[in-house]
């Protein structure tokens, strides 16, 4: 159950869980923006804050590292192609690698911002209920005419209460592959087969059991949403959060 920790609502009475969606969802554009735009300085002081936030939250820095490893290994494949593909200084060690010292920072860099990007969207969803999401998009889409808003909040709904459930069906296919010895195959295609057919059929599956129960209770989008109410404390918070950047940009 792991993956339900880190890629799903986690109940608790910080801050950031009392802190209104509409504020929540400013701040993290926000956090968002300056993380992709900042040097290492403003990213070591936002890397550390976060991680404070996820012990907090009771989140393990472990556990979301391994859960995120096929990320990771997209992001080691950016690295990669920003260090063979940004020209500069060749490394003295390795001549011989077409390898530049400017690319390695450049891809370093990179990289950093991403996963601090996606770790930021973690500590959001962990601490805001899908209903609230829903009912901030419905309100930030509503002034416009002729966006279905409710359609589109609900649709964002469903996708963020389904995703932790994709992960735990990964994970109990993986491990079925464990306990029939397929991981001792070195086939990569063999096991790649073997985990994608059942993986896929058990996903299907549990869409449509989805889709079933939503149908038997004559689930619609038009529903009762959550009361958004902006106090005080969301204001002064943003606030805060909006000086803390404007310092980062400084750095």
């Keep these: 159950m792991a993956q339900l920790n880190a890629f799903g609502y986690r109940p608790g009475r910080s801050v950031l869980h009392g802190l209104d969606v509409r504020f929540k969802f400013g701040a993290l554009f ?3 923006l300056t993380a992709m735009n900042c040097e290492p300085l403003p990213l070591a002081v ?3 804050i976060s991680a ?3 012990r907090r ?3 393990s820095l472990r556990g979301i590292l ?3 490893r096929y990320f990771l290994l997209l992001l080691g494949l950016i690295f990669t192609a920003r260090a063979f593909t940004t020209p500069g200084t060749p490394l003295p060690d390795l001549p011989w690698l077409p390898v530049s010292r400017e690319g390695m920072q450049a891809g370093a860099v990179t990289v950093w911002r991403l996963f601090l990007v996606v770790f930021f969207g973690l500590l959001f969803v962990a601490t805001t209920r ?3 999401i829903k009912a901030a998009v419905v309100w930030f889409l509503r002034p416009f005419p002729g966006l279905p808003a409710q359609r589109i909040g609900t649709m964002l709904g469903l996708v963020l209460r389904f995703i932790p459930l994709v992960f735990l069906q990964a994970g109990a296919t993986l491990d079925a592959q464990r306990a029939r010895g397929v991981e001792s195959r070195r086939n990569p295609f063999y096991r790649l087969t073997c985990f994608a057919i ?4 058990r996903l299907f599956l549990s869409a449509d059991r989805f889709t079933e129960a939503m149908e038997a209770r004559c689930y619609t989008e038009i529903r009762t949403d959550p009361v958004l109410l902006a106090r005080p404390r969301d204001w002064w918070i943003l606030s ?6 404007g310092l980062l940009w400084l750095m």
């Design 130 to 132: 899908a209903a609230a």
């Design 30 to 32: 926000m956090l968002m």
């Design 198 to 201: 059942p993986f896929l059929r």
């Design 240 to 245: 805060g959060v909006t000086g803390a950047i």
């Design 52 to 54: 404070v936030a996820a």
């Design 66 to 68: 391994t859960e995120l």
């Design 46 to 48: 936002m890397s550390l």
């Design 57 to 59: 939250l009771g989140l």
